[in-house]
């Protein structure tokens, strides 16, 4: 079993700053790659930014040059530093991992943490 753990949301004033952390644990083998998603109400789930084991990363054009992904391989964490906070960066922010758990090789399986409010008042 694998659990996903966010923390870092809040309250911010627009032009503000916050940092999401997101740690994996359980039965993980390897981890593949880790992300950021977010849910604003009445709107579909969408990648905010993702960081692969190699180092690649990959944002949503509404946050290039804004927000930063970055990682701790050891352990086995995930950071997602916003900064200029816009109102419209309102959401729910899930993180997700892509791992191969213990004793198992031929696959991946994607986890899901329960998502932290970010809230961005103007």
């Known amino acids: 079993q694998v659990q996903v753990v966010e923390s870092g949301g809040g309250l911010v004033q627009s032009g503000g700053s916050l940092r999401l952390s997101c740690a994996a644990s359980?039965?993980?083998?390897?981890?593949?790659?880790m992300g950021w998603h977010r849910q604003a109400p009445g709107k579909q789930r969408e990648l905010v930014a993702a960081t692969t084991s190699g180092g690649a990363t990959n944002y949503a054009d509404s946050v290039k040059g804004r927000f930063t992904i970055s990682r701790d391989n050891a352990k086995n964490t995930v950071y997602l530093q916003m900064n200029s906070l816009k109102p419209e960066d309102t959401a729910v922010y899930y993180c997700?991992?892509?791992?191969?758990?213990?004793?198992?090789?031929?696959?991946?399986?994607?986890?899901w943490g329960q998502g932290t409010q970010v809230t961005v008042s103007s």
């Open positions: 359980g039965s993980i083998f390897s981890i593949k790659a």
């Open positions: 997700n991992v892509v791992v191969f758990p213990v004793g198992v090789f031929d696959r991946a399986y994607e986890y």
